[in-house]
């Protein structure tokens, strides 16, 4: 009996890290909302870091993020750690829709998104992104 005592060499799969689910629209839209966003979660913290990825080179470092409390999981401080930097966290329960989301820059200024529920089905997250950019 011959006794095999190599291993196959493991398959290298690159890394590639999720990106946000966002649509943008054009510059000026007044009283629209700049674009939509569609997270997998309804944990700002970790969601925010995908948002940023594509955020940060686009409109500069976000630094301030508003949100109604009302869908989202928050912890007890209004600041998170986002792609190590902090980011500051305001919640506004009566003056904001809780499907909206208030992003600001200090470089570049602030943008509305509309924010597409986690749970809503591909066909119509899709429907909604294509109407609000």
């Given at each position: 009996m011959i006794l095999n005592t190599t291993r196959p060499r493991p398959q290298v799969v690159p890394f590639?890290?999720?990106?946000?689910?966002?649509?943008?629209g054009p510059a000026s839209r007044f009283g629209r909302p700049d674009g939509?966003?569609?997270?997998?979660?309804?944990?700002?913290?970790?969601?925010?870091?995908?948002?940023?990825?594509?955020?940060?080179?686009?409109?500069?470092?976000?630094?301030?993020?508003a949100v109604n409390p009302r869908h989202w999981r928050l912890g007890p401080r209004g600041v998170v750690v986002v792609n190590d930097h902090?980011?500051?966290?305001?919640?506004?329960?009566?003056?904001?829709?809780?499907?909206?989301?208030?992003?600001?820059?200090?470089?570049?200024?602030?943008?509305d998104l509309l924010v597409v529920p986690p749970l809503t089905?591909?066909?119509s997250a899709a429907r909604l992104m294509a109407a609000a950019g």
């Open positions: 590639r890290p999720r990106t946000a689910r966002l649509v943008l939509a966003w569609w997270p997998r979660t309804r944990d700002l913290a970790r969601e925010l870091g995908e948002l940023a990825d594509v955020i940060d080179p686009l409109w500069g470092r976000l630094t301030h993020v902090e980011v500051v966290v305001d919640r506004f329960a009566e003056a904001l829709d809780p499907h909206r989301i208030l992003l600001q820059s200090y470089t570049a200024g602030s943008w089905s591909a066909s």
